[in-house]
């Protein structure tokens, strides 16, 4: 399999992908999160994969102490430019592959969050929750929240959906599923004041659980299901379904 992910998460990425979640998503995800999880000032979280750290530097305000971790160089070059004065002590990045074992340990709450899983294969999957594992205290908490494809399904992938940014740019996103893989497809397409583009991407989808088995399988014991990042319970089927998929797990 193609390691797409390497090259993809850029800083066109940043700059497209930053329009869907914006300050105000953030802050309410964080807000979930923060009552969820029982964070208090002073709990050590780290955020893995922290993209440019958007969650990472919002946890980091309210007065956790924060590591965030992300593979992309360009990522987390521009976490680094959005750290808003947050002392080193307080907020920190560090540029590595998740699947490989690093030696981070002792954290309170491990974050996964915006579909951050699905990149590889099931094995690389494992090695990335493995090493979530491992970052926490026996008894810490380690949260993963993504797209799951039971949502993803009822959406009739295959029309195309477009959304006007800020600027002006079209985005345009042509999906399939592959029901054999459970991977959806992707080819991005924009064009805008600030230029064209396309990219592609393929992420795995898991349902519940699929995912709540791969959770085990690293080591870890499903606690809840969550309607993403909130405190209310994941909704599985009919009118109300949770579009996305919080998973809270522990480290026994
Ligand atoms: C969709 S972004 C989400 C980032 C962040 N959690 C957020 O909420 O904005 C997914 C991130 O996963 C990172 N990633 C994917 N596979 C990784 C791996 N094996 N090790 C480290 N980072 C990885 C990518 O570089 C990208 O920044």
Redesign the pocket.
């Given at each position: 399999m193609t390691e797409w992910?390497r090259t993809?998460?850029d800083v066109d990425?940043c700059r497209l992908?930053e329009s869907v979640?914006g300050p105000e998503r953030?802050e309410r995800?964080v807000a979930g999160i923060w009552t969820l999880l029982g964070l208090r000032p002073g709990s050590r979280v780290v955020?893995?994969?922290?993209?440019?750290g958007?969650?990472a530097r919002v946890v980091a305000q309210r007065g956790a102490v924060v590591l965030g971790?992300?593979?992309?160089a360009d990522?987390i070059a521009e976490a680094e430019r959005r750290r808003n004065g947050i002392p080193l002590e307080q907020l920190r990045y560090q540029c590595?592959?998740?699947?490989d074992s690093l030696t981070i340990d002792g954290f309170d709450v491990a974050?996964?969050?915006?579909?951050?899983i699905g990149?590889?294969t099931e094995n690389?999957d494992i090695r990335?929750l493995a090493t979530l594992r491992r970052a926490v205290r026996p008894g810490g908490q380690v949260f993963i929240e993504t797209a799951h494809r039971d949502w993803v399904v009822s959406l009739r992938l295959g029309s195309n959906s477009g959304r006007r940014l800020p600027d002006g740019t079209l985005m345009v996103e042509e999906p399939r599923l592959d029901p054999l893989s459970g991977r959806v497809e992707s080819t991005w397409y924009w064009s805008g004041p600030a230029g064209a583009g396309q990219k592609i991407s393929s992420l795995r989808i898991y349902n519940a659980t699929e995912l709540a088995h791969l959770v085990e399988t690293a080591g870890l014991r499903v606690q809840s299901l969550h309607d993403g990042c909130s405190v209310n319970p994941f909704v599985g089927s009919g009118p109300d379904m949770s579009r996305r998929l919080g998973l809270l797990a522990v480290r026994d």
């Amino acid at each position: 399999m193609t390691e797409w992910w390497r090259t993809f998460f850029d800083v066109d990425y940043c700059r497209l992908w930053e329009s869907v979640t914006g300050p105000e998503r953030t802050e309410r995800e964080v807000a979930g999160i923060w009552t969820l999880l029982g964070l208090r000032p002073g709990s050590r979280v780290v955020d893995a994969p922290c993209g440019y750290g958007r969650i990472a530097r919002v946890v980091a305000q309210r007065g956790a102490v924060v590591l965030g971790v992300d593979q992309s160089a360009d990522l987390i070059a521009e976490a680094e430019r959005r750290r808003n004065g947050i002392p080193l002590e307080q907020l920190r990045y560090q540029c590595a592959d998740l699947r490989d074992s690093l030696t981070i340990d002792g954290f309170d709450v491990a974050l996964n969050v915006f579909s951050s899983i699905g990149y590889g294969t099931e094995n690389d999957d494992i090695r990335v929750l493995a090493t979530l594992r491992r970052a926490v205290r026996p008894g810490g908490q380690v949260f993963i929240e993504t797209a799951h494809r039971d949502w993803v399904v009822s959406l009739r992938l295959g029309s195309n959906s477009g959304r006007r940014l800020p600027d002006g740019t079209l985005m345009v996103e042509e999906p399939r599923l592959d029901p054999l893989s459970g991977r959806v497809e992707s080819t991005w397409y924009w064009s805008g004041p600030a230029g064209a583009g396309q990219k592609i991407s393929s992420l795995r989808i898991y349902n519940a659980t699929e995912l709540a088995h791969l959770v085990e399988t690293a080591g870890l014991r499903v606690q809840s299901l969550h309607d993403g990042c909130s405190v209310n319970p994941f909704v599985g089927s009919g009118p109300d379904m949770s579009r996305r998929l919080g998973l809270l797990a522990v480290r026994d």
